[in-house]
């Protein structure tokens, strides 16, 4: 079994603590240690960059963190695959991108339809076969979030995210709503972590050993 995980700053493993450092017990890590308990020749592949939205061209950081852009080349770069995990949304609740929550799981949606489409699953390059997708809703926001001096050491941040916490509370819902409709697995990572009292946006260490762990028991039973 070939996992592929696409996501963000959290699946790419940056910590709460601000040290910006790639932390080697993030979340597919532990997800992929759990599995091989289950199925020994479980493999991994990552694709997570911080500031990645989910079909949003950054106006200050470039159009290369809309997901949309490399999601199907990054597949067929790692096929074959057999399942792929989408976590994205986070970014997307950035005060300057005034989206709404339905307008976010729509992307989500679309993103899961790339995949479906991709023709990166197993067999070979001329095969047709597609990887099955999970679509994980990112946890609520930390209410620091609402404070626009959190973070007055990156003077671009201040303001960002206003806004972003009360969004993030109804993403779940509209995201579950439109996975159900299209037949697509939803895990709401809701049900096991929070963000990190210190940064609203990212998680502590534990949370990472958390979802990991309870990631892994989901798709053992539900995928494998």
Known sequence: MHIFVFGDSNS????????????EKRWPLVMLENLKTHTANTTLSEDSLPGRTTAID?????????????LKTSL?????IDH??????????????????KEISLSLIKLAEIVHSSNSGKGGWHDTNSPSVSIICPPILGE???????????????KEWIGGYKKS??????????????????????RFIKSSKTDPIHWDAEAHHIL???VANILSKEIY
């Open 212 to 214: 990991g762990s309870e």
């Open 84 to 101: 792929s995990i989408i976590m994205l949304g986070t970014n997307d609740l950035k005060a300057r991108y005034n989206r709404s929550p």
């Open 144 to 158: 620091l979030a609402t404070n626009p001096d959190w973070n007055e050491d990156i003077i671009r941040s201040k």
């Open 58 to 70: 950054d106006p200050q950081d470039g159009d290369f963190l809309n997901g949309t852009r490399s």
């Open 169 to 190: 509370i109804l993403l779940s819902k509209e995201i579950q709503s439109l996975c159900l409709k299209n037949d697509i697995h939803f895990i709401d990572s809701n």
């Open 76 to 80: 067929l770069a790692h096929s074959p």
């Open 12 to 23: 790419w493993g940056y910590l709460g603590d601000g040290t910006g450092n790639k932390y």
